[in-house]
């Protein structure tokens, strides 16, 4: 089902327009448009040269915001598909005065087109659509096309983050970091009831949360002998 569209969505925008990395390669074939690139300049968004971490996929803000409260010293980049969903975690981050995050309203395919290359040092996979349908392995973020991609913008030690609801998903993506070459750890089929020290929830953990819904968790990092593989 389509999301109906906020109202004043345009307004709203507006308003929080300094949050916002304004998408400038506008060519709407994917194939071509991954080609072009206009990578971010850092020190010009953010006013310094902290490290940079990613959350692809940020849906209302609720972990990034926080997450960036948290941790001043670090500069993060969200991504969000739809500006109807991107507009909220803006006012939030705007709402806390956050100067070290800001969205953009891209796809994940499109990644590499504006992050520039070993300049990620973590990369945040919250609550991914699981897609379990046959066909679409292609189109879930812990794909191996994906994880190729993110090889090439994490630096060296740079690590991936995972957490997710669907066990089908949870398999299938420690399948793929494997098969990739990518080194697994603090693996945890149940993490809410695990020592999760320092977690930050985002809104959907809340509600599975609250429905005792075990929550699958991974991080991955590349050794650096494994950058030649993929």
Same mark, same amino acid.
């Given at each position: 089902?389509r999301?109906?569209r /906020?109202?004043?969505l345009d307004e709203?925008? !507006?308003a929080?327009?300094?949050?916002?990395?304004e998408? *400038?390669?506008l060519?709407?074939?994917? =194939? *071509?448009?991954?080609? $072009? /690139? +206009?990578?971010? +300049?850092?020190?010009k968004v &953010?006013?310094?040269?902290?490290?940079?971490?990613?959350e692809?996929g940020?849906?209302k803000g $609720?972990?990034?915001?926080?997450?960036?409260?948290?941790?001043?010293g670090?500069?993060y980049i969200?991504?969000e598909?739809?500006?109807?969903v991107i507009v909220?975690?803006c006012?939030k981050?705007?709402k806390?005065?956050?100067s070290?995050?800001?969205?953009?309203?891209?796809r994940?395919?499109c990644?590499?087109?504006y992050?520039p +290359?070993?300049t990620?040092?973590k990369?945040?996979?919250n &609550?991914?659509t699981?897609?379990?349908?046959?066909?679409?392995e =292609?189109?879930?973020?812990?794909?191996?096309? &994906?994880l /190729?991609?993110y #090889?090439r913008l994490?630096?060296? !030690? !740079?690590?991936?983050?995972?957490k997710?609801? #669907?066990?089908?998903l949870f398999?299938?993506s420690?399948?793929e970091?494997s098969q990739?070459?990518?080194?697994? /750890?603090?693996? #945890?089929?149940d993490?809410l009831?695990s +020592?999760?020290?320092?977690?930050?929830?985002?809104e959907?953990e809340?509600?599975?949360?609250?429905m005792?819904?075990?929550?699958y968790?991974?991080e991955?990092?590349?050794?650096d002998i #494994?950058r030649e593989v993929?």
């Amino acid at each position: 089902m389509r999301m109906r569209r /906020k109202r004043n969505l345009d307004e709203r925008l !507006g308003a929080v327009g300094d949050y916002i990395i304004e998408r *400038t390669i506008l060519d709407r074939n994917m =194939k *071509t448009s991954v080609e $072009q /690139k +206009d990578y971010i +300049d850092y020190r010009k968004v &953010f006013g310094n040269f902290n490290p940079v971490e990613l959350e692809i996929g940020c849906g209302k803000g $609720q972990f990034i915001c926080e997450l960036a409260r948290r941790n001043p010293g670090v500069n993060y980049i969200a991504i969000e598909m739809l500006s109807n969903v991107i507009v909220e975690a803006c006012e939030k981050a705007k709402k806390m005065e956050l100067s070290n995050v800001k969205f953009m309203i891209i796809r994940a395919e499109c990644l590499e087109s504006y992050i520039p +290359d070993r300049t990620i040092s973590k990369i945040y996979l919250n &609550f991914s659509t699981p897609l379990p349908q046959k066909g679409y392995e =292609k189109q879930r973020l812990t794909h191996r096309k &994906f994880l /190729k991609v993110y #090889s090439r913008l994490l630096v060296d !030690g !740079g690590e991936i983050h995972q957490k997710t609801d #669907s066990k089908s998903l949870f398999e299938f993506s420690i399948a793929e970091f494997s098969q990739s070459g990518y080194i697994l /750890k603090n693996i #945890s089929l149940d993490y809410l009831n695990s +020592d999760c020290k320092n977690n930050i929830m985002t809104e959907h953990e809340l509600k599975f949360a609250e429905m005792d819904m075990p929550i699958y968790r991974l991080e991955a990092y590349l050794p650096d002998i #494994s950058r030649e593989v993929l």
